[in-house]
């Protein structure tokens, strides 16, 4: 019964006797574009536009490159130290002690990014459609629905990732046209007239954004295969700076750097003056408040899910279902942090907090895959076996 | 477990509920124009036309259909504060209903208030999460309560008329439309400036009525010194190269352009120095171009014009800044009160050049005017220079470009290429039949 509680949870220790979940490529491709992409779309557009001036969507483009050196970390990571989260890997790779202590500050920057998505769709929602509910509201319910879906664990939150991915795709598809009659190329240019500071600048913020698809570290034992977490990652990757960035150089053309760093929610606000689908739509803002919606909510049940899995593996436990509650709520608590007016938020947390918390992550990932490779860890017994190698306890599925 | 599923699912219907957002759609007093003027006691006077659904429904207009007796489907209310926010205020004190600006369409300032600067209107709006970016600005030549307690035939509500007028603008003006968010791109682009078009209170002839008539005699006096036909901006009648209206739909007319430097009014371009801009920004497609007779030959042609294409080339000679502007123009022959219907190739020629030298004045009488009387670079011949030669812009042009605009040498180029409207060089319906 707990063995089957558990591996709903995906809470299972894999390689110990417990079945544990598995996502395909496509459900790993489409949960990777939800770990950043909601925020990103969102928020990065005004501070990247801010630090880069006319050149913010080359800074864009060129934080893309991080994508791949995070890719190809994750899956020479679970080439090294197979089917396990990155939590039991750095305690094989690094040891008990040190091993929980890198772990830990994983899991550390993973609450300060899911603290601050939880905040950020607060604020959205509040801005866009509920603007005299208390935040504390919003930021109940958004980590409420997260503890729902990290509850019924790692498949579900996989499969909502696919339904989600496939909406915002449609989505855009029908929104992209409306920019049409107010893009203007002009306003793209010129480029590094300032040299190559605001570039870089904008690239480093950026990087903050895409490169979290490093979080995928944390559900790296429910891939098949290492090469299946790498694809993942880079396809996620590539999808989310792709309509990221067709999204930005829109609303600049559109709009002009100025005012995109005007605003909060650039994209928004520059799909508030779309009149192509008058009188057809008059509010196509909402088409991507529903959007968001749909991948900001698996965003969140994600987050809420790796971290329970981190917690409960870092305390030993096997089953990470009784911890999604406190950490929906420590969640809950931590989003309420910080300044009330969204500048400060935006200012403070997009601009520095994201980025700092990212490349933690990475370095630990780093560190746990180069201590793995200089002396590597004895391989986990075989999935499905009992420790004593009588037979298979469960099925994958 | 259940109970717990329980508590969260009833926790997330209560709050995504909304009950702190609730709003019914009959508890809220929809503004569709909003007027800005100065008030009489305090700075700003804000007119909101709320329409008035119940009145509206079933086709009723003015006359008050539906049976509803002839009270207009629309009620004005007049508020007065020290800023625009305070004065909503006040008018949300007014009303039994949310005051929304959901349905806002058009937001019509009053000449002394552009002067004095819209950023305080722009800052409401903007800040104002109901209003769209779609919503239309325009300045007008009277007080803009004035114009929205107008009677309209084809539209129930002024601010309706109004709005629909001002999104025709890019078609019979051949100007960009002139929605907030526009509006705004151009106060934030170096090297640009913004521009509203301008709305007029006329009478049936099109005669504009927002003036004492000694105003607009006096103004016309001096329309016609500066070389240009009265009238199109103010000016007090018809312009003399357009037709002149008989009976029109409604007494609301968009005509010339509000030149601003940064957020403040500093001019008006009349309707055919308006026209000049038009031709600069290489939209004025669908326009039409009247030759005079003396220039066609034989009697005035109308050019119906299909394309223009127009190319700025910013240059520094030696450092000291040039502009090129490089126009092309294909247009149609749609109209030629000429003895002779035949379009040969001589005579196309002539009208060429004719309708290029008429272009090429209208140009420059708006650039003249932009450059010595109101130092506002509209055109956008700045925004060229700073792509172009951005660190000149930043560590030089920029900073002192309202007086090299004013004395900036403008080399202009107008190719103009005319065709017959029809398959042959024949008009079907001309003597030779």
Redesign the interface.
Same mark, same amino acid.
């Given at each position: 019964m707990r063995a089957a509680r558990a591996e709903r949870a995906g809470g299972g220790v894999p390689g110990r006797g417990q079945p544990r979940p598995q996502i395909s490529l496509s459900e790993g491709t489409a949960l990777g574009t939800c770990l950043a992409w909601p925020v990103a779309v969102l928020y990065l557009p005004a501070v990247v536009a801010a630090e880069g001036r006319e050149d913010g969507w080359l800074g864009m483009l060129l934080a893309g490159l991080v994508l791949i050196p995070v890719g190809l970390l994750l899956g020479a990571l679970a080439h090294r130290v197979p089917r396990l989260g990155l939590v039991d890997q750095a305690t094989l790779a690094l040891g008990k002690a040190l091993g929980r202590v890198v772990a830990a500050v994983f899991v550390l920057g993973t609450s300060v990014l899911a603290a601050y998505a939880v905040r950020a769709g607060a604020e959205m929602v509040r *801005? *866009? #459609? *509920?603007?005299?509910?208390?935040p504390w509201?919003?930021s109940?319910?958004i980590a409420?629905?997260g +503890?729902?879906g990290a509850w019924f664990g790692l498949e579900v939150v996989a499969r909502a990732a696919v339904m989600a991915f496939l909406s915002v795709g449609a989505l855009l598809l029908v929104l992209i046209p409306g920019f049409i009659p #107010?893009f203007d190329a002009?306003?793209l @240019?010129?480029v590094l %007239?300032y040299g190559p500071g605001p570039l870089l600048r904008s690239a480093a913020v950026s990087a903050g954004f895409w490169g979290q698809v490093v979080l995928l570290a944390m559900s790296a034992e429910s891939f098949r295969t290492p090469a299946e977490l790498r694809a993942s990652a880079l396809r996620a990757g590539a999808a989310s700076l792709a309509t990221g960035w067709l999204l930005f150089v829109l609303a600049q053309g %559109? +709009?002009?750097w100025?005012?995109v760093s =005007? @605003?909060a929610m650039p994209n928004v =606000?520059?799909m508030?003056?779309?009149?192509f689908y008058?009188p057809l739509f =008059?509010?196509v803002d909402v088409l991507v408040v529903t959007g968001w919606t749909a991948m900001g909510f698996v965003q969140v049940a994600w987050l809420v899910w790796a971290l329970a899995r981190g917690v409960s593996r870092l305390a030993g436990a096997v089953d990470s279902r009784p911890f999604v509650?406190p950490v929906a709520a420590a969640l809950w608590g931590a989003s309420l942090v910080g300044p009330e007016d969204l500048p400060g938020l935006l200012l403070r947390w997009t601009r520095v907090l994201v980025p700092l918390a990212t490349g933690v992550l990475v370095l630990t990932v780093a560190v746990v895959w180069l201590t793995a490779a200089v002396r590597p860890p004895a391989p986990p017994a075989p999935r499905g076996a009992r420790r004593d190698g009588t037979g298979a306890v469960g099925q994958d599925r | 477990m259940r109970v717990l599923l329980g508590l969260v699912a009833g926790a997330l219907l209560v709050a995504c509920g909304g009950c702190w957002d609730r709003l019914e759609p009959d508890r809220l007093a929809s503004v569709i124009a909003l007027g800005l003027d100065r008030g009489e006691h305090l700075p700003v006077r804000v007119t909101a036309q709320l329409s008035i659904p119940r009145l509206l429904a079933g086709g009723g207009g003015r006359d008050g259909g539906g049976g509803q007796g002839p009270q207009p489907p629309f009620d004005n209310r007049v508020a007065e504060g020290r800023g625009v926010f305070e004065a909503m205020r006040v008018l949300q004190e007014q009303s039994s209903r949310v005051i929304h600006l959901g349905h806002l369409q058009v937001v019509v300032v009053s000449e002394q208030v552009a002067r004095t600067g819209l950023a305080p209107l722009l800052d409401y709006l903007t800040s104002e999460r109901e209003a769209r970016r779609v919503v239309e600005m325009a300045v007008s030549s009277c007080p803009p309560r004035d114009l929205l307690d107008v009677p309209t035939k084809l539209e129930s509500l002024p601010g309706t008329a109004i709005a629909e007028r001002l999104r025709q603008v890019p078609t019979t003006m051949g100007l960009p439309e002139s929605s907030i968010i526009r509006f705004l791109n151009a106060l934030h682009d170096e090297g640009i400036e913004p521009f509203l078009p301008v709305v007029h209170r006329v009478d049936a002839t099109g005669e504009i009525v927002d003036r004492p008539p000694e105003a607009r005699e006096e103004r016309g006096r001096k329309a016609q010194d500066r070389g240009g036909p009265e009238g199109g901006g103010g000016q007090g009648r018809p312009a003399a190269d357009r037709g002149v209206a008989q009976g029109g739909d409604d007494v609301i007319r968009v005509a010339g352009v509000a030149v601003f430097k940064d957020d403040r009014m500093v001019g008006t371009l009349n309707e055919l120095e308006a026209r000049g801009l038009a031709w600069l920004m290489g939209r004025l497609e669908r326009g039409i171009l009247v030759i005079p007779a003396d220039l066609a030959g034989g009697g005035p042609a109308l050019l119906y014009v299909r394309r223009v294409e127009a190319k700025f080339e910013p240059r520094l000679d030696g450092g000291r800044p040039t502009m090129q502007v490089r126009l092309k123009v294909r247009a149609d022959v749609a109209e030629w009160l000429a003895p002779t219907y035949d379009l040969t190739t001589a005579e196309a020629d002539r009208l060429e050049q004719a309708a290029a030298r008429v272009i090429a004045d209208e140009i420059m009488a708006t650039v003249r005017r932009l450059q010595k009387e109101f130092h506002s670079d509209v055109c956008g011949f700045g925004w060229t220079f700073y792509r172009r030669y951005p660190r000149v812009w930043r560590q030089d042009l920029g900073p002192r470009w309202d007086r090299v605009f004013a004395d900036l040498p403008v080399q202009l180029q107008v190719k103009v290429h005319v065709a017959s409207a029809f398959f042959g060089w024949r008009s079907p319906g001309g003597p030779w039949r």
């Open positions: *801005l *866009l #459609m *509920l603007p005299r509910t208390p509201v919003i109940l319910v409420l629905q +503890a729902v #107010m002009r306003r @240019f010129p %007239s %559109s +709009a002009g100025y005012g =005007e @605003f =606000e520059v508030r003056a779309v009149r008058l =008059e509010r509650v | -």
